[in-house]
């Protein structure tokens, strides 16, 4: 079955360490996105790929870093810039272009800093 | 001013009701999603528009492209169908999020 994977569920950081979040989707997608969900906010955009080898900055990139160096994968790494890491994390999938397609999701990672 | 504004913010229904969440957009797009998140966090995709109406089991999604406008529509609304409705746009090369529309139903 076709879906995009995200790994860890749950991951807890000390203070002043870089964390990689896994976003993995075998949907033949071009695009991924990774967003951060606060408690009663809405998903804001840290990076987007259209293509592999690009990838763009969103809305909250600071402190943040992605690469996309195959089609199937888009890891994000929070790094110890970021001021407030602790948030719910979460990748997406879709076609690009004109016809985009259906949004596909992974189950999300929750970050906590201790 | 946010580019795609949802209401209500919250809303609350009797087992059965008739449920209308809208969405107003002001930019551009290609695509119009709805999308549910349960308490756990998952995102699934409900619908994708482009124009026209969709219908999938008690579910109506509807576009108008002209007035930059969607509804949700769930008819005969159930406890499971409590979540956070989410409306999103895709914009050019990027997902545009509404914030969300928090829905309980009760029994």
């Known amino acids: 079955d076709g879906g995009i994977t995200q790994s860890p569920k749950y991951l807890f950081r000390k203070e002043g360490q870089n964390v990689t979040l896994s976003c993995e989707q075998n949907l033949n997608h071009d695009a991924m996105y990774w967003y951060r969900q606060d408690p009663g906010q809405g998903l804001r955009l840290i990076y987007y790929?259209?293509?592999?080898?690009?990838?763009q900055k969103g809305d909250i990139a600071e402190g943040y870093s992605v690469s996309r160096e195959k089609k199937e994968s888009f890891p994000l790494t929070v790094t110890s810039a970021q001021k407030n890491p602790t948030a719910f994390y979460l990748c997406?999938?879709?076609?690009?272009?004109?016809?985009?397609?259906?949004?596909?999701f992974g189950e999300g990672s929750r970050l906590t800093v201790l | 001013k946010n580019e795609v504004e949802q209401s209500p913010q919250n809303l609350t229904a009797q087992e059965g009701e008739f449920i209308t969440i809208n969405c107003s957009y002001s930019v551009g797009i290609s695509a119009l999603h709805w999308l549910q998140q349960h308490p756990g966090g998952g995102i699934v995709s409900l619908f994708m528009l482009s124009s026209g109406k969709k219908k999938h089991g008690r579910l109506i999604a509807t576009i108008n492209i002209q007035e930059k406008h969607s509804s949700l529509h769930i008819t005969a609304s159930h406890p499971r169908d409590s979540a956070v409705y989410i409306c999103?746009?895709?914009?050019?090369?990027?997902?545009?999020f509404g914030t969300g529309t928090r829905l309980q139903v009760f029994p």
């Open positions: 790929s259209q293509i592999v080898n690009d990838f």
């Open positions: 997406a999938s879709s076609g690009t272009g004109l016809n985009p397609g259906e949004l596909f």
């Open positions: 999103a746009v895709h914009n050019t090369d990027k997902l545009i």
